[in-house]
């Protein structure tokens, strides 16, 4: 991952989840992500929601962040970019922020299964 961070949960608690991984259809929309998401103090293991999901809870205003966990450390995540909604004109596009594509769903620096 480019730029990536150190995050320390209790640190800093200012999102809600960490993308690890995500899974598109042939027509390049989201079909699943694997997530992982803060639980009060401590975080969840991680579990695959949909498209429709993730868009969900972004229109929510939870926040959202690519990025994997430090093995061994689980409350640590190196963090890579915001993840935002944008509207293209077509409908909605999830993307990274800084994305200047937005035709598709693009989540950068996650990893692809």
């Not at 390049?28 to 639980?39: C, K, L, M, P, T």
């Not at 450390?73 to 990274?96: R, W």
């Amino acid at each position: 991952m480019k730029k990536s961070r150190l995050f320390r949960t209790w640190f800093r608690q200012d999102f809600d989840g960490v993308v690890e991984a995500v899974h598109y259809k042939k027509t390049g929309r989201i079909d699943w992500v694997r997530i992982y998401e803060r639980r009060g103090p401590t975080w969840s293991d991680h579990f695959i929601i949909d498209r429709k999901t993730l868009l969900s809870r972004l229109n929510e205003g939870k926040k959202y962040f690519s990025g994997k966990r430090i093995i061994y450390n689980a409350s640590e995540f190196e963090l890579g970019k915001k993840i935002c909604v944008d509207d293209n004109g077509k409908g909605e596009v999830i993307i990274t922020e800084d994305t200047h594509q937005n035709l598709i769903d693009h989540l950068e620096d996650v990893e692809i299964l």
